[in-house]
C-alpha cells in the first residue's frame, strides 16, 4: 500500500462536515476503512440505559470515525491545511507540506 500521508499523531484539518475548519489530533487510523478518529472532533453521542454495572445511566459522548478524504495535514508553518507528497532525503523518504515545503517528520 505504501506509506501513508496521515498518521497517528499528526495534526489535521477537517474540510467538510459539522467540524469543518476545525484541527485536532489523529488519534487512531484505520487504512482499511479509510478512516481515522480525531481527538474531540465528530464526537457523537450514545444514550445508555441503566445497567447493573452502571446504574445511573446517562450520554457516553465519544468521537466517530471521519473519512481521509475529509480532513488534510495542517501545514507545520501556518497550520492551514496543504497536501502532502513524498521525497527523498539521507536515503529515506520523507513526507513534505506541498504549501511550504516544510518537512513533516524527520
Do not use: C, W, Y
Not at 57 to 84: C, W, Y
Amino acid at each position: 500500500m505504501g506509506m501513508a500521508k496521515i498518521k497517528k499523531g499528526d495534526k489535521v484539518v477537517v474540510l467538510a462536515g459539522k467540524d469543518k475548519g476545525r484541527t485536532g489530533e489523529v488519534t487512531q487510523v484505520m487504512p482499511k476503512d479509510g478512516k481515522l478518529l480525531v481527538d474531540g472532533i465528530n464526537v457523537h453521542a450514545k444514550h445508555r440505559k441503566p445497567t447493573q454495572e452502571n446504574p445511573q445511566g446517562g450520554i457516553d459522548r465519544k468521537p466517530a470515525p471521519l473519512h481521509m478524504s475529509n480532513v488534510a495535514l495542517a501545514d507545520p508553518k501556518d497550520g492551514k491545511p496543504t497536501r502532502v507528497r513524498f521525497e527523498e532525503k539521507d536515503g529515506k523518504r520523507v513526507r513534505v507540506a506541498v504549501k511550504s515545503g516544510e518537512t513533516i517528520d524527520g
